[in-house]
């Protein structure tokens, strides 16, 4: 066996176990994104019961506002740490929350595959990855952080981590003005 | 009747009420301050840091610090799955101050005994209360330079126990803050080229970890003084680094679903976490405030009896002699009083212990499951590691012909690539 053959081989055994890690990995991730979002469901739950008025009137605000800009992120890129993992095709699924309705067939990426094109629609809107709720102001005079936060929302897949992201973005925003 | 006579009990009294004056001002230092904590601001950043210039960041669950004795645990009022819970709950919160400020690259939640970042943070938790926290930190770079090594404190923000619009996150964000500012000053004391090898010698470690035939040479070690200094950088086209990087960006991968747990951990027990440490905080403030209330009751009330013993025995009139009586009975009421208050402060104590123990009750099964569950991808994740270990080797050796144990012991400063 030649040296080359030798080391397509070992190539190949290691792009086997690569593969069962990334598996390994992407299950694990998707596991504790469905404890996540499980946990944030019945958060929503319990405040809707809390706060019957208030929930209606914002999710029929969130009907008319959920939309899907086009992400235009810009500047560095996120810093992926993630495994090479090779995107599985986003299922697209429809929106779970009021007022949802998801744009599909989004193209997963990292190691997290798939995934995308999760429809928003919370109760402050924005329809898949780069859908920004009416209420963000448009974000010219962000700083470093603010944008920072405002690219990750604007390409997080996950509905409720860009919710959260959204409002990280709000609070810190808040807190700068 | 001369003037000294009609004055003396007056005298007395005002020389009991002078002392009684002096010990409520005492007592009255030790009053809590209820004012608002002015908050400290972690700086945020305000300019684009260089890409090679970011370091990453891994805060390491912390040493929870529970004696080991039962009866220590009991009177330090320490709940070892409480604080066990905590150790994991507050690096989230420093690591999520940390990735607020802009400053930094990858800021993760790692188990202790993981080192392969840029920068890393220990802690300690000295105390940890509703009402107080205290904390060591520690934070060494990949080369072994220590940045900091101190202790913080705070008194809890009481604004984030109540419902108002605008509170803080964390009642001890103060000490999250301080720590990240630390921090910072200790990475702006560091040259551009000092960052930069940070972050070079903590990719070599992790290389020289998995595959130390190939990568030791590269690498300085001050066994002494526990230091990194960089060699040389290896060529990127060489084979082994290439695989190399390759199973480095699989343990950003483990790291990250690592430091997922973590958030995800975190999360789960936030709200009882919130509730617990408001009501203890409220218990331990009346607890205080029975306290202070039972010693100022006892020092004014021996302060009245002795003055009023004073004042009977210089007092010549009757109405002298009835005011001393009277400053000697309150005394002793008031001494009792004081007394009587030990069963309150007694109760606010049992009140802690049920309510320690009720969220110590609710937190553990989910300290179970995140030890348990961090335990198992690590292990294997172990396995996975020894495998890719065994195949830089076998890579190593057909690319330069030598055995990488031989590479190993001879430490070349160079080795062969084909």
Known sequence: MTPEDRRGQIDRRFDETFA???????????????????????????????????????????????????????????????????????????????????????????????????????????????????????????????????EAAMKETDPELRERLWDEYRKYKQGTQ | MPPTESRSPWRALRAGLLVAALTVAATGCVVQDQRPIPPVVAKKATTEIPQDELLDVGVHIFDANVPEDEKEQE?????????????????????????????????????????????????????????????????????????????YEGQADVRAYKDVAVRPRDPFDNVYATIANDLLAAREQLSRDERVQVHQVAQLRFAADLAPYAFKPYLDRDKRRGTYTLVRLPSQDDPVVERLDRVRERDYSLVDTLNEHYTNFSESMDDAYGNWRKYSHEELEAEADARRKALTRQVLGAVAVVGGVLAGSEANSSAGSAASTAAVLGGIYAFKSGLDMRAEIKMHGESLKQLGSSFQNEVQPIVVDIEGRTLELKGSAEQQ???????????????TGLPATAATEAATPAPRRR
């Open chain 2, 75 to 151: 009177a330090k009022r320490i709940f070892p799955d409480v604080r066990k819970a905590e150790s994991r709950y507050m690096p989230v919160m420093l690591r999520d101050t940390l990735e607020g400020t802009g400053h930094w690259g990858q800021v993760r939640v790692l188990p202790s005994d993981s080192a392969s970042s840029d920068v890393n943070v220990d802690g300690r938790i000295l105390e940890s209360t509703g009402r107080e926290l205290r904390l060591a930190i520690r934070a060494t770079d990949a080369t072994g330079r220590v940045w900091l090594e101190k202790e």
């Open chain 2, 385 to 399: 590691y020894a495998e890719w270990r065994q195949l830089l080797r076998e890579l190593y050796e057909n690319e």
């Open chain 1, 20 to 150: 069962v890690f990334d598996a390994r990995m992407r299950k694990e991730q998707e596991t504790i994104s469905q404890e996540r979002a499980g946990r944030a469901g019945s958060a929503g739950a319990v405040g809707g019961t809390e706060g019957d008025e208030q929930a209606a009137g914002a999710g029929g605000e969130a009907a008319t506002t959920g939309q899907g800009e086009d992400g235009a992120g810009s500047g560095t890129e996120g810093e992926g740490t993630g495994a090479e993992g090779e995107g599985e095709d986003g299922e697209g699924g429809a929106g779970n929350e009021p007022g949802g309705a998801g744009a599909g067939d989004q193209q997963g990426s990292g190691q997290q595959g798939g995934g995308g094109g999760v429809g928003g629609g919370g109760p402050k809107g924005g329809g898949g990855p780069g859908g920004i709720p009416s209420d963000i102001p448009d974000g010219r005079d962000d700083d470093i952080v603010a944008r920072q936060l405002r």
